[in-house]
């Protein structure tokens, strides 16, 4: 954001369902975390795109973790008791708003409730209905039906995995009475149960006798499930697999393995099939009952409509992780045989139930918004703001609009998407620079929410702030929890929240999943950041600095006036030279002798007297000369072609010569150079300079006061700003602004960074345990800076050091940047990229041969 008041930025925000990630391992429950799982996801809006991910021996099975990281999940629910290791692996990865673990308890309850989902109240997914009733082709009663199921019947796995139930996913028979004439239910009751009224079944209950009389109303498109409402109007992230999207899915088995397939592959079914089931799941037994297979046949030939995508017929692939594919050719077979439609390959068995899509479908998905009913969802909404407080609009779910006020079905939570923009240094080839947020340096809690409670929304716990995919900030409203605004924070609160605040959601008591503790105690600005800070006000911003700082004629013009920030490699080697002859009777010093140190410092100032002083100033002329031959080497070295060099009007020659003109002006307007007149005073002999716009006839000496008269005919010169030259010589601002250039440069839509910094691991130390010379966000990528002027200045213990930081602070990647072409201390480099590799951190030397400094002849810079 920038650091000006008043300035009106733009905004984006979007409603969206939670997502859940839920990691199971098949055990003696293995079933029962399905049963719970698959009966929340149905009650919950999108719930059906839920990602389930396997684990084994107490690990994330590896094949899922790409999966896992495109999915991004608000919310990580894990029946899994992993090791603290591998929790915070999760947090550090996917930054969840909430990990949960699953406790059974000393004496857990055995069935679908004890194995439910707790956590924060979502939307229903029975939000949906008011939406989907505008196209209901019933007129007397409601105009949908659901899929329900009395308690006292025992509602088979082939029910509530396909289908659900409102008494599962709803864990209640209570039904609200303001929702009934747009949405009732048909509920299974068997006719013994039906005529014994000591059950309490309703005479006027809507009823079926059986699952198979529901599935054959389902069929006829007569009633829908919770499993076809969770997925309505859900903006998801849509995968195309080549394996799996492009068929509809009839899984065969009902085994732990064969449930988790029929589960996962329809995530990725495309997203316009949405409001169609594409997967369904049975047992070879049941399709050898010829009534169930009439009605499988039947649904497929009048509700299967996944193909290719280009047309034609619509596709069927059967598959299996407990059946052998002998057994899986006689479904085909038995398929074929009642006339089934769809064109359909070979079967396949699929080892382990897993569904894992390609690393290429994975980088090609995308989450857009969708057109249904006439409505689009899920789209984003720009709105305007001026920092440090945006007011971003109430954007409910777009399916909410049809939906009475306060109806019991809309109080759930959603979450919302934000994106802002951040007013600095914006990259190169980007319409504008983004918060684009880092997964591992958490700084969504940096910006702060406030809510208007209603109702019962204080008893209804929301999950953490959270950054969500593209490094998008995710909060989690409601009707009952309504935004009414946020408070940017400006780029070091983002970082000092990532660094020095703890991000547990909760207490965490003992025996609780661990959660990622603050990297430091607490963190300042270095004694180099207010240099930069100041070089860049100067020069305009980094753009500026780098055009007038970096191009190789200004390097070397601000280097004879003393701000270079390396020693010419003559000077060292000269006072080398003098050091040698003059140590030759004491070739060893012993430093920790106070007068062996004075010697060496008294023989090192004398060495280095040859040295020359830099120059005051410089005259006009002698940089027009210098730019002159330097444009000269430039072309002898870039030689044009000669098909290029002819007669022109323009005078090219005339123009590159006046840049040097152009830049001085623009130099001196910044009070980079000060343009003026030096004299000597004939009295006092003291050296005089008269600014330009000083400058009167009569010149009067700075000591003595003496007046002498202004020649006609003087000549102009200037003098570099200390501040500048002390910045360009002492610290380190020329190697920042080059390494800042280099990280804007590949920065494709957000670029944020914090200077120099010091860092203390200890609340109560007041001297800086370590330093970072930059922290860095490039397009949401955690990247922490060492940089150096030269390779002559980089030591092994600097390395060790840098090393021992990134492990600590641990940013995706490491620089260590040099601003010096070659390479030194490669067996240290070496390792330093194992060590940081095995720490899953990227290690990269940046140096001149990486990011060069570019010339050209009209002082633009790169």
Not at 180 to 185: D, H, K, Q, V, Y
Not at 342 to 347: I, N
Not at 419 to 445: G, H, I, T
Not at 542 to 568: C, I
């Amino acid at each position: 954001m920038s650091d000006e008041l008043g300035a009106e930025l733009a905004g984006r925000v979007r409603s969206r369902p939670l997502r859940i990630a839920f990691l199971v391992e098949p055990n003696e429950h293995a079933d029962l975390m399905l049963d719970g799982i698959f009966a929340e996801c149905y009650s919950r809006w999108g719930g059906r795109f839920s990602l389930i991910v396997p684990c084994a021996d107490g690990q994330i099975v590896a094949g899922y973790w790409q999966w896992l990281e495109a999915f991004d999940p608000d919310i990580v629910y894990s029946y899994v008791d992993l090791d603290a290791e591998a929790v915070l692996e999760i947090h550090e990865r996917l930054v969840p708003g909430d990990y949960i673990f699953h406790r059974l308890g000393d004496k857990p309850r055995l069935d679908l409730f004890g194995f439910r989902p707790q956590y924060p109240a979502a939307l229903s997914s029975l939000s949906t209905v008011f939406r989907l009733a505008r196209h209901s082709p019933l007129v007397a009663g409601p105009k949908i039906k659901i899929i329900d199921s009395w308690h006292t019947e025992r509602p088979s796995r082939f029910l509530t995995d396909n289908f659900g139930t409102y008494h599962t996913s709803a864990a209640t028979g209570v039904y609200p009475n303001d929702a009934r004439s747009t949405a009732g239910l048909l509920t299974i009751v068997s006719d013994e149960h039906y005529e014994k009224h000591g059950y309490g079944v309703p005479r006027d209950l809507d009823r079926v006798a059986s699952e198979d009389m529901a599935f054959l109303e389902f069929v006829g498109r007569r009633v829908t499930s919770l499993s076809m409402l969770s997925s309505l109007y859900a903006t998801r992230l849509e995968i195309r697999d080549y394996r799996w999207s492009d068929a509809f899915n009839l899984v065969i088995g009902d085994s732990f393995e064969d449930r988790l397939m029929f589960w996962n592959a329809r995530l990725l079914i495309p997203a316009w099939l949405d409001n169609d089931l594409c997967c369904f799941r049975m047992t070879l037994d049941q399709l050898k009952d010829e009534d169930m297979l009439n009605q499988l046949v039947q649904l497929l030939n009048t509700r299967n409509h996944v193909n290719g995508g280009g047309g034609g017929q619509s596709q069927l692939r059967v598959r299996s992780a407990s059946h052998t594919i002998d057994e899986l050719s006689e479904v085909l077979e038995l398929l074929l045989a009642a006339k089934a439609w769809s064109a359909h390959g070979p079967a396949e068995v699929i080892s382990g139930g897993h569904v894992i899509p390609s690393d290429d479908s994975l980088k090609q998905a995308r989450e857009l918004a969708q057109y249904s009913d006439g409505f689009r969802f899920g789209e984003w909404h720009a709105f305007r703001w001026t920092p440090p407080i945006a007011h971003p609009p109430a954007k409910e779910p777009e399916h909410l609009r049809d939906a009475p006020s306060g109806q019991v079905f809309t109080l759930g939570l959603w979450a919302l998407d934000l994106s802002f923009e951040y007013e600095r240094d914006k990259p190169r080839l980007a319409q504008d620079n983004v918060w684009m947020l880092p997964k591992r340096w958490r700084m969504a809690d940096a910006f702060g929410a406030k809510f208007v409670t209603k109702g019962f929304a204080q008893n209804n716990p929301s999950p953490m702030h959270r950054t969500s995919r593209h490094g998008n900030l995710t909060i989690f409203a409601g009707f009952n929890r309504e935004l009414e605004s946020i408070t940017v924070p400006n780029i070091g609160q983002a970082f000092r929240s990532a660094m020095c605040l703890d991000s547990a959601a909760r207490r965490v008591g003992p025996g609780d999943p661990p959660w990622p503790q603050k990297k430091t105690a607490w963190m300042k600005a270095s004694n180099e950041s207010p240099h930069l800070t100041g070089i860049l006000g100067m020069t305009g911003g980094l753009a500026g600095a780098k055009s007038l700082l970096l191009h190789p004629f200004l390097q070397d013009v601000f280097a004879s006036l003393g701000g270079a920030p390396n020693l010419a490699d003559a000077d060292i080697k000269a006072t080398a030279n003098a050091l040698a002859k003059r140590a030759k009777g004491r070739p060893v010093f012993d430093l920790q002798q106070e007068s062996e140190r004075e010697t060496l410092a008294a023989l090192i100032v004398k060495a280095a007297q040859s040295i020359k002083a830099p120059r005051m100033h410089l005259s006009l002329d002698y940089l027009q000369k210098c730019w002159k031959v330097h444009r000269e080497r430039y072309w002898a070295e870039h030689p044009l072609p000669k098909s290029d060099i002819e007669e022109d009007e323009i005078d090219w020659d005339a123009m590159e010569q006046q840049t040097i003109d152009d830049r001085l002006a623009e130099m001196r307007t910044r009070r980079m150079l000060f343009q003026g007149y030096p004299w000597s005073c004939d009295t006092c002999q003291h050296r005089n300079w008269t600014d330009f716009q000083a400058l009167s006839p009569t010149l009067v000496c700075d000591v003595c006061r003496t007046e002498t008269e202004l020649p006609v005919g003087i000549p102009w010169y200037f003098r570099p700003n200390e501040f500048l030259i002390e910045s360009l010589r002492s610290r380190s601002v020329l190697s920042l602004v080059w390494l800042l250039s280099a990280l804007c440069d590949r920065a494709s839509s957000s670029f944020m960074w914090l200077g120099p910094t010091c860092f203390g691991y200890s609340p109560d130390s007041r001297n800086s345990d370590v330093e970072a010379d930059l922290l860095a966000v490039v397009d949401g990528e955690a990247i922490l800076c060492e940089v150096k002027s030269a390779w002559r200045s980089l030591r092994a213990t600097h390395i060790e050091g840098f090393v021992h930081l990134a492990k600590r602070l641990r940013p995706d990647r490491a620089i260590l940047a040099v601003m010096e072409k070659g390479s030194r201390l490669d067996e240290e480099m070496r390792a330093a990229e194992a060590d940081l590799k095995a720490s899953g951190i990227q290690f990269e030397l940046l140096t001149l041969e990486n990011y060069s400094v570019e010339d050209d002849p009209y002082l633009l810079g790169r």
